[in-house]
């Protein structure tokens, strides 16, 4: 089952305004990462929050996570059109075989911006 | 510039063949990853590889198969028995891990289709 997920399922917005999306999880998680894919391509690392730190910024991205609550919030400011794409978040999580561990996709937010 | 480069961008699958996808790297990562993403949906894990020679199932293993004979490349063969091919396959790649602390770079898939 998935680890992580994100909320809404999909977000218009007009450009300029901010844009918010969350994530929630189950269980501990040593870090989590945001990710954008815009449509028919790959994923693109955004940034990567350790469960020590509370607060991240990436140029107009702040990625704040609560492990109490076992969520995160992705804000995107002053948002345009360009950022148009869908989000997704990603946590950690222990592999049933080996110890190893793998990265555990949600099914992400889509976000539209319209200029 | 480095990257991950998956080929075809395109492919279709006819009733009882094998089929493979192609993912290279030059980034000179250790690991690199197979996943399946439907319509709407999150990825899915279908095999990782944290070295050469070798490979392990993630989550959605059955009818596909791998192999890690060089550190650039990392092929996956939708089997016949996988019976329901059709999906956007992505390839990644990351530093060794603990991986799951290391931002994955994506390719820009494969669109694998019944004819």
């Known amino acids: 089952s998935q680890q992580g997920e994100e909320d809404p399922q999909a977000l218009s917005i007009q450009e300029g305004e901010n844009a918010t999306m969350n994530c929630s999880y189950k269980?501990?998680?040593?870090?989590l990462q945001w990710y954008r894919q815009n449509s028919g391509r790959g994923l693109v690392h955004l940034i990567l929050i350790r469960s020590n730190e509370r607060e991240k910024h990436s140029g107009r991205l702040r990625v704040t996570l609560d492990t109490s609550k076992k969520s995160s919030s992705l804000l995107i400011t002053a948002s345009r059109a360009a950022d148009t794409a869908s989000y997704f978040c990603?946590?950690?999580?222990?592999?049933?075989?080996?110890?190893?561990?793998?990265?555990?996709f949600g099914k992400g937010t889509k976000l539209t911006v319209n200029p | 510039d480095g990257g991950i480069t998956q080929s075809p961008k395109y492919l279709f699958r006819k009733e009882g063949q094998n089929v493979t996808l192609s993912c290279e790297q030059n980034l000179n990562h250790d690991a690199m990853y197979w996943y399946r993403q439907d319509p709407g949906q999150g990825l899915r894990l279908i095999y990782y590889s944290q070295i050469v020679n070798d490979f392990q199932k993630g989550d959605i293993a059955e009818g596909y198969s791998v192999s890690r004979e060089k550190k650039e490349s990392f092929p996956l063969t939708v089997t016949s028995a996988q019976k329901n091919p059709t999906a956007f396959y992505l390839c990644?790649?990351?530093?060794?891990?603990?991986?799951?602390?290391?931002?994955?770079?994506f390719g820009d898939g494969t669109r694998l289709s019944i004819l």
């Open positions: 990603a946590t950690d999580a222990l592999v049933s075989q080996g110890g190893s561990e793998k990265l555990v």
């Open positions: 269980t501990s998680i040593n870090n």
């Open positions: 990644a790649s990351s530093y060794r891990g603990p991986y799951s602390n290391q931002p994955q770079h």
